[in-house]
């Protein structure tokens, strides 16, 4: 079935970069998403990728996509106090339904 | 600025209590979601509707019904609240560029 995959901690430096890493299971995907959760709040959607490019950069956040693979990842430079967050990967399947993963807790130490 | 609106940031409901959360889109979205957010679960899909009067089951449906009487509201009811369904939830309207989530419902069964 579909399935999206990410782990749950990371943990980085503030001013280093920080890779958030996710698979998935549907090569049939057409869209792929990256959602931010700030705490108590609901999710807010980063950026989002079609199935058709390899890359997607916007400021600080970069979006590689590995279709053969089925691997994406998050890159977001000069990681800020304010970046600390729950990042959610996620895949556009069948049936207009959006495919979660369980969320990546990201810290960031001083 | 578009919006998802849920009616409660925070509930306390008794056990066997009928409880109702509302949600509400000014985007004229046709697709609404209700999911619950779990530590280390993500997020899991409940109900989901693509019309007015329309719902689909989604993952873990138990315990669970909807209503979408008009496009912009979708309500989830829990019929009899027992103390395994506290949890955050999370409504959500879609187009093809991703979701629009509400802030989230944090509902607490004693």
């Known amino acids: 079935g579909e399935d999206v995959e990410q782990s749950l901690f990371l943990s980085v430096r503030e001013g280093d970069s920080s890779v958030i890493n996710c698979t998935y299971t549907d090569s049939s995907s057409t869209y792929l998403y990256w959602y931010k959760q700030e705490p108590g709040a609901g999710l807010q959607l980063l950026t989002y990728i079609f199935s058709n490019m390899d890359m997607k950069q916007d400021q600080r956040l970069t979006v590689l996509l590995n279709k053969k693979d089925k691997h994406l990842s998050l890159r977001i430079a000069d990681t800020q106090t304010g970046d600390s967050a729950i990042y959610f990967c996620a895949e556009y399947s069948s049936a207009s339904k959006i495919i979660f993963g369980s969320g990546t807790r990201l810290s960031i130490r001083p | 600025d578009v919006k998802v609106t849920q009616s409660s940031r925070y509930l306390v409901k008794r056990t066997g209590e009928k409880v109702f959360l509302e949600c509400v889109q000014d985007?004229?979205?046709?697709?609404m979601f209700w999911y619950r957010q779990d530590p280390g679960l993500g997020l899991r899909l409940i109900y989901f509707?693509?019309?007015?009067?329309?719902?689909e089951k989604g993952d873990i449906p138990e315990g669970y019904s909807v209503s979408r009487e008009k496009k912009e509201r979708f309500s989830l009811i829990l019929e009899s609240a027992s103390t395994n369904q506290t949890s955050m939830y999370l409504c959500?309207?879609?187009?093809?560029?991703?979701?629009?989530f509400g802030s989230g419902t944090r509902l607490t069964v004693v």
């Open positions: 985007m004229d979205h046709e697709n």
């Open positions: 959500a309207s879609s187009s093809i560029d991703g979701y629009t």
């Open positions: 509707s693509y019309d007015v009067k329309m719902k």
